[in-house]
């Protein structure tokens, strides 16, 4: 039971980064028709700047800040430079653009760098004892802090008139225009917040991992079966998609085998989809002649 | 598929390639340690074909062909250690690769490009995952050897890591070339471009995009199997490394730098992918971040690819030397012009009955109870208003409706025709045309109608040739229906839907944006289309045009039938004629207070939509405190003009001129709200979006919501979506008031809308112009329009064609003539009364 419980705990941990990751590419998707695929890449930047903050003796919170900054400037760019002059609705385009800005972001970490593995620090050590069972701490404050996270951005876009005018431009960017909504601000916004979730996320993922230039390429992968699980255009399904992949993971890991969990998550994921081709919560489309 | 001349050397020019290449490598002039990398490129090559003709021809982009590439490569290590034949491991690797392709396509068919990519990453990361584990078989991180493989039929041994491997790569290159260049000009590529390029539209001719689909990636996977099982030979060593994710990527980037579906993109991709190692070491910078920078450079500055970029200009200057050297005078257009006059139906038996046929979805019923029956060789034409029901019922007869749910009976030509799949319809003789000219857009004219047939014969070319000429595209049979003007978009639609002369077609609105003589050459082919006995149902606006062609009227309006009769009788029915111009009780006009001040003025402004002219010179002057009224039929251009009134729509000719400081606001049709958001987030984003904020934003919402009718006040939480049309219609007003507006644009406030909701929402716009406010108000109904409104502007045709004010008594008979014919002379009496004298 102890070891049930370790492993479901661990999951959720896994989970709520892929959720946040999931969340932040939600986010992008839904305003600008763009699947970031270098959104991984980029956090990765940020965390080698956080990691080499620390090493010269800043405080691991202000790393993890400056790491959120140089992500979501990095995505800005990003943005400005390459996907913006590629127009609207260029779907296949922009993600194959990500795909290359990806490329060069993790080899360029890894001439700056180095390709060998570095240890992230964690924000807190230890373990707290719970009903037998020997809890890490920082797989709870990652729990807490993706849950305080998710409830900021939920506030944002359910309590805001701002989070109403990212869901207007999600729904009918037409309709938006005709309304006079400016969809770059917009646009630029959503990146920001997308990128500083993903920069978030990978600062609570790293320290269980360790740092290779390639390090987020695996929960960025788990990330992207957790929103098509939850309907690629719903934020509640890239979180509960996100957590579902998680502790289906570590469960897999620990009671089938720790070999074939890419097989066993990424088979669950596409038998569901042939189910349920629009994931948990989306929703179906139709073409109207 | 015919084979010509010109496909014939083209076919060659693959292993003519491969020849020269093979004699090169023999006689020693290529560097031993090149060897190995031409190769590379040759089943390179094969890999990147197969990734670009899938994406290219069947809009599949896979990440998966790196996984067959490890299947075929582990076969052939497998058959290796196992004694099998050359054959065998060959055989066997295709077919292993054409199951699992089959299914995969299969499966992603239902689903968008994204899911495809997400499918096809799965299966790579699964397959991966299995090689790196099952060391048993592949050796795990250390890998396998290939030794050799013996051929069954006793052609010789090839070793791996060999001379013969390379030489065995390059041949099976030449030979996969061969084989795609038929393939690019045969049946089977145009049903896969055109069931990629308009799914719905493919199905009407008969093609299953899943089945396209299934066969496409078999036949892709399989390729690159094969490739693996080269690759296996030439290395003479498998290991997992060459089959990382980022070969997925690469092979995308080598597809795209070549050109996505060309044939020598490929090839170009292929040599590309094997010396990019040697590129980046001559550029100094690291593999990846060329690779990077290759492919985001090519997406934005060629986005064609480089191959098709270079093949443009040599094209052009090809055509233009055989265009001197071809000195044959045209073959006379068969336009026979000369407008047959329409025969009465020769064939008394009936062809179609639908038995009270409806089609809802989710809550909305599209159409309700609709019969009708038709005989063979008459021509029907069905009328209604916007929202009437008339594009689902052609919808249910061409069996498009989607996720509705469609109840009723349908019998053509004595079989059940509901239950019949959509593909399965044009066999039965149905065809359909589309209001938009749904074409393919990355096939040529003539290709449009070909891949009408599976499999192509000189007889279907030369019977396709006449088509095309009878219908005046034989000229631009061979350039892209984009690079074409809408008219002859539409019979290029035309045309499609009439190759292989079905018993029934179905025309939606064949008239709408056309101009006068483009519309009398389309009752023209109609009518030939009629004397060569095909029966057919149109739906139109256009409703003069429409009536040259009909023997038979139904009217439809929100859903149901509402009246039958001839084309001279059918408008004499009250029912129908109160559906167009409605039926409205004396309302009072609000006072007018015109005030001189100008708030917008527009003069000579014109605007067109690719090519298709939706206003021409149109002047118009609204001064403050006037009710102007907009009326005109369905395509008449008022949303266009709401636009430009509004600001949001920029014209392409003409000057917009607005009074100092006047705010517009605008309305849209179909009320355009954010159906997802609640009430108040619907007002709150409009404000936000006009630059209302803070305190000034809440004190503007409260305003607006105590303008709301009450049982709207209570329900501002509620998302927008759930209110009825006529609420919706109310809180779009209320949307376009927050931002107080100097001049409140209302574009079709009625469509839809039962009349009591119709009342209302007429009061309510009543209401703010008697407090002072500037309404514009674009209407359908010109009944409607002259009772509420002090100034009146008939729109036809995106021409203003009568100009007045409703209490003037010469004026209704006049806006009324305009309404329906563009002028005085040319009202319905008239119109009539040409036609009586053309149909008897």
């Given at each position: 039971m102890s070891q049930f419980l370790l492993v479901l705990v661990s999951g959720l941990a896994s989970g709520a980064v892929y959720g946040l990751m999931g969340l932040g590419l939600v986010i992008i998707y839904r305003a600008t028709?763009?699947?970031?695929?270098?959104m991984a890449s980029l956090a990765t930047l940020g965390l080698y700047v956080a990691v080499s903050l620390h090493d010269h003796g800043v405080a691991t919170v202000l790393g993890i800040l400056a790491a959120v900054a140089i992500t979501v400037a990095a995505g800005l760019l990003v943005r400005e430079t390459?996907?913006?002059?590629?127009?609207?609705?260029q779907l296949f385009s922009a993600l194959v653009v990500t795909m290359g800005v990806s490329l060069i972001a993790e080899s360029t970490a890894g001439s700056i760098w180095g390709d060998q593995p570095k240890s992230f620090p964690s924000l807190v050590d230890g373990t707290v004892r719970w009903s037998g069972a020997a809890l890490p701490v920082q797989s709870l404050v990652t729990i807490g802090v993706a849950a305080v996270a998710m409830t900021l951005v939920g506030y944002l876009f359910a309590r805001t008139t701002l989070g109403s005018a990212m869901r207007a431009v999600a729904e009918s960017a037409d309709t938006a225009r005709v309304v006079g909504l400016s969809a770059q601000r917009l646009a630029r916004i959503s990146w920001a917040l997308g990128l500083g979730l993903a920069a978030l996320a990978a600062c609570l993922y790293a320290p269980r991992a360790g740092l290779v230039p390639t390090a987020l390429v695996a929960p960025l992968f788990r990330a992207f079966a957790g929103i098509f699980l939850g309907g690629l255009t719903s934020m509640y399904g890239a979180v509960l998609g996100g957590l579902t992949i998680g502790v289906l993971d570590n469960l897999a890991a620990n009671y089938?085998?720790?070999?074939f969990r890419d097989t066993f998550v990424f088979t669950f994921t596409v038998l569901v989809l042939l189910i349920r081709?629009?994931?948990?919560f989306g929703t179906r489309t139709f073409q109207r002649v | 598929m015919v084979f010509n001349r010109s496909l014939l050397a083209k076919a060659a020019l693959g292993p003519a390639a491969g020849a020269v290449l093979m004699a090169f490598m023999a006689s020693g002039a290529i560097p031993a340690y090149q060897m190995y990398s031409v190769g590379l490129a040759a089943v390179y090559t094969v890999v990147v074909l197969s990734v670009g003709l899938l994406a290219g021809w069947s809009g599949i982009w896979s990440v998966g062909h790196p996984a067959f590439f490890a299947i075929g490569a582990y076969v052939a290590a497998y058959g290796s250690g196992h004694d099998w034949p050359l054959e065998a491991v060959v055989l066997g690797a295709v077919a292993i690769g054409a199951v699992l392709g089959a299914f995969l396509g299969y499966a992603g068919a239902r689903f968008s490009v994204l899911y495809i990519a997400l499918l096809t990453l799965a299966f790579t990361m699964v397959t991966l995952e299995l090689v790196n584990r099952?060391?048993?078989?592949?050796?795990?991180?250390q890998g396998v050897p290939v030794v050799q493989l013996r051929s069954a039929l006793g052609l010789g041994t090839v070793l791996g890591g060999g001379a013969e491997a390379q030489y065995l790569a390059v041949g099976a290159a030449a030979v996969v070339l061969a084989l795609a260049v038929p393939a690019a000009a045969s049946g089977l590529r145009m049903r896969l471009v055109a069931a990629k390029s308009h799914p719905l539209a493919a199905r009407t001719i008969g093609i299953a995009p899943e089945a396209q689909s299934s066969l496409s990636f078999a036949v892709s996977a399989a390729c690159t199997c094969l490739a693996g099982v080269l690759l296996g030979l030439l290395t003479g060593f498998v290991s997992p490394?060459?089959?990382?994710l980022s070969f997925g990527i690469s092979l995308i980037a080598a597809c795209v730098l070549g050109g996505v579906g060309s044939i020598l993109g490929a090839v170009a991709g292929g040599v590309y992918l094997t010396w990019n190692p040697s590129l980046s070491s001559t550029v100094g910078l690291p593999q990846p971040v060329v690779q990077g920078l290759v492919l985001i450079c090519v997406l934005l500055f060629l986005p064609g690819g480089v191959v098709p970029f270079l093949a443009r200009p040599a094209r052009g200057l090809a055509r233009r030397l055989l265009r001197r050297a071809d000195t044959r005078p045209a073959p006379?257009?068969?336009?026979?012009?000369?407008p047959a006059a329409l025969r009465p139906?020769?064939?008394?038996?009936?062809l179609l009955r639908l038995e009270h046929v409806s089609v809802s979805y989710g809550g909305l019923q599209?159409?309700?109870?609709a019969s009708l029956t038709l005989r063979r060789n008459e021509i029907l034409a069905v009328i209604g208003p916007n929202g009437a029901g008339k594009t689902t019922l052609l919808n249910a007869l061409s069996g498009l409706t989607g996720n509705g749910r469609v109840s009723g009976t349908a019998d053509f030509a004595g079989r059940p025709l509901l239950r019949t799949r959509a593909t399965a319809r044009r066999r039965l003789g149905i065809g359909r045309t589309f209001q938009h000219a749904e074409?393919?857009?990355?096939?040529t004219v003539a290709e449009n109608v070909l891949c009408t047939r599976r499999r192509i014969t000189g007889r279907d070319r030369a019977e396709v040739a006449r088509l095309l000429r009878s219908v005046g595209l034989a000229e631009v049979a061979?350039?892209?229906?984009?690079?074409?003007p809408f008219g002859l978009q539409k019979r290029l639609d035309l045309a499609r839907a009439m190759a292989e002369n079905p018993k029934l077609l179905v025309l939606d609105?064949?008239?709408?944006?056309?101009d006068a003589s483009e519309r009398a050459l389309l009752a023209g082919h109609i009518r030939r289309l009629h004397a060569g006995g095909t029966a057919v149902v149109v739906i139109d606006h256009v409703l003069d045009d429409l009536f040259s062609v009909a023997h038979r009227v139904l009217a439809f309006d929100f859903g149901r039938t509402i009246g039958e009769g001839t084309p001279d009788t059918v408008l004499q029915d009250p029912k129908v004629r109160s559906s167009y111009l409605g039926t409205v009780d004396a309302r009072t006009r609000p006072p007018e207070h015109t005030g001189?001040?100008?708030m917008i003025r527009l003069h000579g402004i014109g605007h067109t939509y690719g090519g298709v002219v939706?206003?021409?010179d149109v002047d118009l002057d609204v001064r403050q405190g006037v009710v102007f009224g907009v009326a005109g039929a369905n395509g008449a251009g008022k949303s266009t003009l709401a636009g430009i009134l509004h600001g949001s729509l920029t014209a392409a000719h003409g000057v917009r001129e607005t009074g100092a400081g006047v705010r517009t606001s605008l309305a849209p049709e179909g009320r355009?709200?954010?159906?997802?958001?609640?009430l108040r987030e619907n007002l709150e984003v409009a404000a936000y979006a006009g630059g209302v904020t803070g305190a000034r934003l809440r004190e503007r919402l409260e305003e607006t919501v105590e303008w709301l009718p009450v049982r709207l006040r209570d329900r501002m939480?509620?998302?927008?979506?759930?209110?009825?049309g006529g609420e919706q219609q109310m809180l779009a007003i209320a949307r376009a008031l927050i931002v107080a507006p100097d001049v409140l644009i209302v574009d079709e406030?009625?469509?839809?809308?039962a009349p009591a909701l119709v009342d209302e929402v007429y009061d309510r716009l009543a209401a703010l112009a008697r407090d002072g406010l500037t309404v514009v108000l674009l209407e359908q109904l010109l009944s409607r329009a002259m009772s509420v409104c002090h100034e009146v502007a008939v729109l036809h045709e995106g021409v203003v064609a009568a100009h007045g004010r409703?209490?003037?008594?010469?004026f209704a008979a006049q806006a009324e003539a305009a309404y329906f014919g563009g002028g005085p002379e040319a009202g319905p009496n008239a119109a009539a009364a040409a036609r009586a004298s053309r149909v008897n």
């Open positions: 028709d763009v699947v970031n695929f270098a390459v996907i913006r002059p590629l127009g609207q609705g089938v085998s720790a070999s081709p629009q994931g948990m | 099952w060391s048993s078989v592949t050796g795990g991180d490394d060459p089959f990382s006379p257009a068969e336009e026979s012009t000369a139906p020769t064939d008394d038996s009936v599209a159409l309700e109870d074409v393919f857009s990355e096939l061979d350039r892209r229906p984009g690079e074409l609105e064949p008239f709408g944006g056309l001189e001040r100008g939706a206003l021409r355009a709200l954010f159906k997802t958001l609640s939480s509620a998302p927008a979506g759930g209110l009825s406030p009625a469509l839809g809308l409703p209490g003037d008594p010469a």
